[in-house]
């Protein structure tokens, strides 16, 4: 069983940045691919990024390709979202999930684990 919690999310300014966080537990985390996906009021929840469990290999959503990072720290159980140059249309809850097969898939249906969601807020 792994257990995801994501904090950083907040209220910044259009072209401003934050950092996201996904503390995880469970052992073998590490060998788990992970992913951040986000979900806008009246829309689906849709992909942003994805992490292979070795960290080699990433996978990202045009929309934020060239301004959204994924990384992680396989040591502290941790997964992050370095988000730069903000957009209102950023504007979601950001979801951390946990995929066993480690695929660093874009498909929601893949993912065995979910956080709870932090609330990011872009203004204009």
């Known amino acids: 069983q792994v257990q995801l919690v994501e904090s950083g999310g907040g209220l910044v300014q259009a072209g401003g940045s934050l950092r996201l966080s996904c503390a995880t537990s469970g052992r073998t985390f590490g060998a788990y691919a992970a992913g951040w996906f986000r979900q806008a009021p009246g829309k689906e929840r849709e992909f942003v990024a994805a992490i292979a469990w070795s960290g080699a290999n990433t996978n990202y959503a045009d929309s934020v390709k060239d301004r959204f990072t994924i990384s992680r720290n396989n040591a502290r159980n941790t997964v992050f979202l370095q988000m730069n140059a903000l957009k209102p249309e950023d504007t979601a809850v950001y979801y951390c999930?946990?995929?066993?097969?480690?695929?660093?898939?874009?498909?929601?249906?893949?993912?065995?684990?979910w956080g709870q969601g932090t609330q990011v807020t872009v203004s204009s």
């Open positions: 999930a946990a995929d066993r097969l480690g695929t660093a898939s874009q498909a929601p249906a893949d993912y065995d684990y």
